[in-house]
């Protein structure tokens, strides 16, 4: 991977870049995403945002050596605290969990005020994320699912709207989206007969446990988890 092949998972991220965007990508690793973004004109500008020295200095050193430092501007600091209100107008967050990209979104609200669009791949959890969306006014436009060296990762497309418009069946829709639930493709078929698998598993075992209150608890939420996949997929 470098700044002119991406990952599948990064190149259907940067898919979904507006044309002629000023871009923040949240945690940029090496910077490979603005830079690939910016080299295939997607992008006018960018800030690539990291808050661990390592991967700071690997983005700083990738973007000098693709000489777009007059357009890529890395930046240390934690989440969206690399910007200010106004300066961009998409934001990608990539690669993490989706309780981390709530938290950064929600840590940094007051930074969102001019971002056209949202671009959020949630490692686990994508539930968390297009809960927050809906509770924050965030529209969700589109999504994606995808399978890469064995791993299965949702990319979920965010612009500023009602939240609650593509929700119909908002318990199941929340937890396996509803843009994803109505394309149910390979990828979308494997990750959740897997899931479905793995809370089988978990309710066998505490049945055979003794049935503490929180054991009880716990195999209901699975048990209704188990009932909601089960009725979307078939």
């Excluded at 940067?14 to 910077?31: E, R, W």
């Excluded at 200010?84 to 998409?90: K, L, R």
């Excluded at 593509?166 to 990750?191: I, S």
């Amino acid at each position: 991977m470098n700044e002119f092949r991406l990952s599948k998972r990064l190149e259907t991220v940067a898919s979904f870049i507006p044309k002629g965007a000023t871009l923040a990508d949240i945690g940029s690793d090496h910077a490979y995403l603005p830079c690939y973004a910016y080299l295939h004109g997607y992008i006018t500008k960018a800030v690539a945002g990291e808050v661990a020295d390592g991967p700071f200095r690997s983005a700083k050193l990738q973007v000098e050596r693709t000489g777009l430092q007059d357009v890529i501007s890395v930046r240390k600091g934690d989440g969206l605290e690399v910007i200010q209100p106004g300066e961009v107008d998409c934001i990608t967050i990539a690669g993490m969990g989706g309780t981390l990209i709530a938290n950064i979104l929600e840590a940094g609200k007051d930074k969102l005020s001019g971002v056209k669009r949202l671009i959020l791949q949630p490692n686990v959890g994508a539930h968390i994320v297009r809960k927050w969306l809906i509770d924050h006014q965030w529209e969700l436009m589109a999504e994606c699912i995808l399978e890469e060296e064995g791993k299965i990762y949702e990319v979920l497309v965010a612009e500023k709207g009602d939240g609650k418009r593509p929700y119909r069946n908002m318990e199941a829709e929340l937890l396996l989206g509803p843009f994803l639930l109505k394309e149910k493709n390979d990828a979308f078929l494997k990750k959740w007969n897997n899931e479905l698998a793995h809370w089988k598993r978990i309710v066998r075992q505490l049945d055979e446990k003794a049935e503490t209150e929180s054991a009880i608890s716990k195999k209901r939420e699975l048990e209704k988890k188990i009932m909601l996949v089960e009725e979307a997929l078939r």
